[in-house]
């Protein structure tokens, strides 16, 4: 983390107002891109999006390590949706599977800027945000913790209350199914 995002984060632990309201400028973006691959409705986002925001204010100063913001605020994040959830009549699935991890990272090329190729990539992006909002509960969140917010598999651990390995396990599948995905629009 930057020495002025720890410096705004120490601030606004420490309760001042505008160190808060920059933070949470800054922090929207994150925390929208994480609701947009669990959620598919618009409504729902800002829903969700807005309690995220009122716990962060309200909840800030009881900061303990502001080292630990990302991940302090992701356990928020994902609390805010198992509650949207709760709320909505939507039965949150538990978080229990284990098996190996096969260690692989697979990532999706970048693309240049030619028309064609933005256009390719745009494809392959709802591609990939529909197969993640389809995927199971105890997939999705690892995933989208992972690979939109860039957390360690210790973190989502310590976030899903589940063991390093079955973190590792589901994001392995979830990257499967995602690639099976793709791959089944490649073919089409």
């Known amino acids: ?11 606004a632990v420490k309760n001042d107002k505008n160190a808060l309201i920059k933070l949470i400028k800054q922090e929207q973006n994150n925390i929208y891109s994480t ?3 669990l959620k598919k409705d618009e409504n729902d986002i800002s829903d969700i999006m807005q309690d995220i925001l009122i716990k962060l204010s309200k909840k800030i100063s009881n900061l303990k390590n502001p080292n630990n913001f990302k991940s302090w605020l992701n356990q928020i994040i994902i609390n805010s949706y198992y509650d949207y959830l709760r709320k909505n009549k939507k039965n949150a699935q538990s978080i229990n599977l284990s098996s190996n991890d096969d260690g692989q990272d697979y990532d999706i090329a970048d693309f240049d800027s030619n028309p064609q190729d933005k256009l390719i990539k745009r494809e392959l992006d709802l591609i990939i ?22 957390l360690t598999y210790d973190e989502i651990s310590n976030i899903t209350n589940t063991s390093i390995g079955t973190v590792k396990s589901r994001i392995a599948r979830a990257r ?3 690639r099976d995905d793709i ?5 089409s």
Request: net charge positive; proline share 5%.
């Open 183 to 187: 791959n089944k629009y490649s073919r």
């Open 35 to 37: 609701l947009y691959y």
């Open 1 to 11: 983390m930057d020495k002025d995002k720890q410096d705004l984060i120490n601030r």
């Open 129 to 150: 945000k529909n197969s993640i909002q389809n995927l199971p509960l105890h997939y999705k969140i690892p995933i989208t913790l992972r690979e939109i917010q860039g």
């Open 176 to 178: 499967n199914m995602i």
